[in-house]
């Protein structure tokens, strides 16, 4: 059985920071394109960061200079640290893992609020 469980989320202060964890478990981890996507309220899912096998990273135009995508192999996760957040930030954010051959998968969401 294969699950993604974030975790990290809460209330901050617009200007502070978050570090958000993903912990994949029942999937060859190392293998996997590991990405951070968002869903703001009464907006669609979009992608914020996310990470290949090999390490190439890749961020929405929103949050580069802001929040760091990485990931640790040997511990089967992907941290997003997330730094001057903004209310604009504030979402649900979902851990993804894609496989080149078609599997895909989702967490189940942590949420993330700004306060101004």
């Known amino acids: 059985q294969v699950r993604l469980v974030e975790s990290g989320g809460g209330l901050v202060q617009a200007g502070g920071s978050l570090r958000l964890s993903c912990v994949a478990s029942g999937i060859t981890f190392s293998l996997y394109r590991m990405g951070w996507y968002r869903r703001a309220p009464g907006k669609q899912r979009e992608l914020v960061a996310a990470i290949t096998s090999g390490g190439t990273r890749n961020y929405a135009d929103s949050v580069k200079g802001r929040i760091t995508i990485s990931r640790d192999n040997a511990k089967n996760t992907v941290y997003l640290q997330m730094n001057s957040l903004k209310p604009e930030d504030t979402a649900v954010y979902y851990c993804?893992?894609?496989?080149?051959?078609?599997?895909?998968?989702w967490g189940q969401g942590t949420q993330v609020t700004v306060s101004s």
């Open positions: 993804n893992a894609d496989a080149s051959y078609g599997s895909n998968y």
